[in-house]
């Protein structure tokens, strides 16, 4: 399958599956990396792996709905089979998110269903959890909701601040998101009646 990677920002995530679906036995090409930012940091570190690069500026558009049909096709001129959300920071339209439903995954910060939404390490240290971590997920219309495929947890430590707590997870986010793609790619995880199906889990 071919893979678009939606980005807002810095790409560590769009990057470590550019890395993962450079190994020879990867079952899915990174075809074409989106950003609804055309400053994001990302754009510039996908050209230099020699990956198409697509902006589609959202501050065009009058509302989300033409934001979401001018995404949409251009995930269809890049015939993406497959789209990760990887630090992409629209909320996307029910009609999108139905159109892509099973196609579509997100990375997020922290051990769904808990912290959704953003400032998860902030809030995971507010609330003393003594678990934190990250969960790649199918995307549905609502936000942080969708079935899960794949987490990984890491443990906060004394005199964590949001920084080297978001270090300890991001590192794992690295780990997951190629691991998740890798599964839903060669059809082995699967959304069946609005849950996860899982034929093997190997990390
Ligand atoms: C990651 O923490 C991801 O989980 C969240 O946004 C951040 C994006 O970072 N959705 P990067 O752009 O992948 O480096």
Same mark, same amino acid.
């Given at each position: ?32 990396? =989106? ?12 050209q ?39 630090g992409?920071m ?22 769904l ?35 899960? =495929? ?54």
């Amino acid at each position: 399958p071919r893979v678009a990677v939606l980005i807002s920002g810095r790409g560590s995530n769009m990057m470590s599956l550019i890395e993962a679906a450079s190994a020879p036995d990867f079952p899915a090409e990174i075809a074409v990396v =989106i950003s609804n930012r055309p400053d994001a940091h990302g754009l510039a570190r996908a050209q230099a792996s020699n990956i198409a690069t697509r902006t589609v500026d959202h501050k065009a558009y009058a509302d989300r709905a033409h934001f979401d049909a001018a995404l949409d096709a251009v995930l269809e001129e890049e015939q993406a089979d497959l789209v990760c959300l990887a630090g992409f920071m629209r909320l996307l339209t029910p009609g999108f998110t139905q159109k892509w439903a099973g196609r579509m995954i997100n990375i997020h910060p922290a051990l769904l269903p808990s912290f959704k939404g953003l400032h998860t390490h902030e809030r995971a240290l507010a609330e003393g959890v003594r678990i934190h971590g990250c969960t790649v997920h199918f995307v549905t219309p609502e936000m942080d909701v969708g079935p899960i =495929i794949m987490q990984a947890a890491v443990p906060v430590l004394d005199g964590d601040t949001p920084d080297t707590l978001s270090a300890r997870v991001l590192a794992q986010e690295h780990v997951i998101y190629p691991a998740a793609l890798r599964l839903v790619a060669d059809g082995r995880a699967r959304l069946v009646d609005g849950r996860v199906s899982v034929d093997e889990f190997i990390l």
